[in-house]
């Protein structure tokens, strides 16, 4: 857990679970895998179960954690968290029990704003109607490429308050995108030794595109070589549009 996150969109993060495993070119440089990798060597508990060489690595096998399942609840002040920076909650290898416990701490701490990513967004789209959603919940798919954009159509199903999209590492354009039911769109350039270059028409795109549908953009890096290398400024502007907190959405 982290109170003060690095993250541009969110102010801390919470780990029930950690561990992955790869499903699409949007996980080629995770930087959770990477981080794993470096926890483990570093002795930290929560990161000593190894996953499938082919799709994980070392310290990143998916494993719960009922032991953080306490931790919001000792934050004092309100927060925006984002939920398993280092996971998937809807990994398949996550029971659905311990995912309605989460969701379970989420409704009891109502003073917190969650957000929920995921790319599993099939099995997200098939147990929805077995969880309860309260209003605090917000919930989003991540969209790399056009060849993933039936993760909306899955998200659009899910009756949480706020709909996102995490179009972050942006790895092509989403020309025919559909932000009909959609809350919120976050996109980015990925960052590290091995970044793949973003191409500004695919950001203006999509900008534009949240434009016509009045849906909040933020813009959170261009990315390369570090996270802040290539700086936020699109068209000589900061984007930092978000959802108004505890608001209901149609």
Request: include cysteine; aromatic fraction near 8%.
């Amino acid at each position: 857990m982290a109170n003060n996150s690095t993250i541009e969109w969110t102010e801390a993060t919470w780990n029930p679970t950690t561990g992955c495993d790869r499903v699409s070119v949007g996980c080629d440089n995770c930087y959770a895998l990477t981080l794993a990798k470096r926890l483990k060597a570093m002795g930290a508990e929560k990161y000593q179960n190894d996953g499938d060489p082919r799709t994980s690595g070392p310290g990143f096998g998916v494993t719960v954690h009922p032991q953080a399942l306490s931790i919001p609840f000792s934050w004092r002040q309100p927060r925006l968290v984002s939920v398993n920076s280092m996971s998937d909650l809807f990994h398949a290898r996550v029971p659905l029990d311990f995912v309605r416990q989460v969701f379970a701490v989420m409704a009891a701490t109502p003073q917190h704003t969650y957000q929920v990513l995921t790319k599993r967004a099939a099995r997200l789209q098939k147990v929805a109607d077995q969880l309860d959603w309260p209003d605090n919940v917000w919930m989003g798919v991540s969209v790399e490429n056009s060849e993933v954009l039936d993760r909306i159509d899955d998200l659009r199903h899910v009756p949480a308050t706020v709909r996102f999209l995490s179009c972050e590492p942006l790895l092509g354009p989403l020309d025919d995108i559909d932000l009909d039911g959609i809350h919120w769109v976050i996109a980015g350039g990925e960052s590290g030794s091995g970044h793949r270059p973003l191409d500004p028409d695919w950001v203006i795109h999509l900008r534009n595109a949240c434009q016509e549908a009045r849906v909040p953009f933020f813009f959170k890096q261009w990315g390369g070589r570090t996270p802040k290398a290539g700086g936020r400024t699109l068209e000589g502007l900061i984007w930092d549009e978000m959802p108004v907190r505890g608001l209901a959405t149609a």
